[in-house]
Structure formats: structure tokens, C-alpha cells
């Protein structure tokens, strides 16, 4: 086996070993706030935690899934390159959405999506952040906001970055849509729940 191909492989495995690491799970049960999977959407991402009312739990779900892409996104590319760099992210972002010690059911994927940008292009990180932030104080919709800093990620990072970056974030991107398919499914429907707990009119 090619040593570089070896490289990628374990890269690919590191990223998926930390993002499997199913923080709000984890934060939820600690806080006794009960089974996070059975609160909401029943998903373990930082929205969902944030439904049990406690935002310090929400909040560090959030910091703590975006780390545990940053990790090994940094570690890959001190031992293994850039390359190896964007397969830890892919791999941390498959982890997250489909662990396997929780039957591949996860979370949807936007904090690690933030913490993969951050560190392997913080200008596209930080323009995702910004987009959220738009499109969520002008929308009130999570979803929304999500999608749209999903959907121009690609475009920043091929202008800003490389293609082969924004091949990586396209893939993310497409991902993070399939773990959203139920939310654009209420967003065409218009009864996507606002930010705030209100059902959008109409």
C-alpha cells in the first residue's frame, strides 16, 4: 500500500473517529437534561440541545463539535499535508452526521461545517459565520441561514482558496442539504419553525 494513499486513509479515519464523538449526547446526559435524542428533532447537534433550554450546554455543544473538526483537520495537515487536511474534514463531517456508535444517526453537520472551514480556510469560515448570521437575524430560520452559508461556501472557497477546496466544500455542502432535506421539505411548505419556536406563516 502506497505510503501517501496510507496518509489519506488515516486522515480519512481520524477525522470520522473525532466527529463521531457525540458531544451533545454527551453534554445532555452530564447536565441531566435527559436523552437529547428524544427532545426535538431528536438529533445531537447544538440546535437541538439549545431546545432543552439551556444554552451553556447549547453553546459549548456547538464550540465542542466544531472543534472536533478543527483537531484533526490541524493534525492531518502537520503529519500528512493539505490534502490529508480535506479528507479529515470529510471525514469529521461523516462522523458527526453518521456515527456508528449511535446507529449513523447524528447531528446535521453546520458546527462541524464551521470548524472545517475555519481550519482549512479561516477567510471561508469566517464569510459562512457571516452569511448565518445574515439570513438568521433577517429570516429568524436556522435552516435557512444554514443552507444559504452552505449553499455560496463552495463559490468563497474556490475564489478565496483552490479547487480542490472547493471541491472538499461542495461535498460538505451537499451533505449538510441531505441532513437538512426534512427542514427544506417545511421551508417549501412554509412551516419551518422560526427562530424562537414560531411556525413561519403561510
Aim: proline share 3%; with cysteine; charged share 15%.
Amino acid at each position: 500500500m502506497p505510503v501517501e494513499f496510507l496518509s489519506l486513509l488515516l486522515a480519512l479515519v481520524l477525522g470520522y473517529l473525532s466527529g463521531s464523538i457525540p458531544f451533545g449526547l454527551i453534554l445532555t446526559r452530564a447536565a441531566g437534561l435527559g436523552d437529547i435524542r428524544k427532545i426535538g428533532s431528536g438529533n445531537i447537534g447544538a440546535t437541538n440541545v439549545l431546545r432543552t433550554g439551556n444554552r451553556k450546554v447549547a453553546a459549548a455543544t456547538l464550540v465542542l463539535d466544531a472543534l472536533k473538526a478543527v483537531v484533526p483537520i490541524l493534525l492531518a495537515r502537520y503529519f500528512w499535508g493539505e490534502d490529508a487536511a480535506r479528507l479529515a474534514a470529510l471525514g469529521a463531517f461523516l462522523g458527526h452526521c453518521f456515527p456508528v456508535w449511535l446507529g449513523f444517526k447524528g447531528g446535521k453537520g453546520v458546527a462541524v461545517m464551521i470548524g472545517s472551514l475555519l481550519a482549512l480556510a479561516w477567510p471561508v469560515g469566517l464569510i459562512f459565520c457571516a452569511v448565518w448570521l445574515l439570513i438568521a437575524f433577517a429570516r429568524k430560520m436556522s435552516s435557512l441561514a444554514a443552507l444559504t452559508a452552505a449553499a455560496t461556501a463552495p463559490i468563497f472557497a474556490y475564489v478565496l482558496g483552490s479547487e480542490r477546496l472547493a471541491i472538499v466544500v461542495l461535498g460538505l455542502a451537499l451533505l449538510l442539504f441531505f441532513q437538512h432535506r426534512e427542514n427544506i421539505a417545511r421551508l417549501l411548505k412554509g412551516t419551518e419553525p422560526t427562530i424562537g419556536g414560531s411556525k413561519k406563516a403561510g
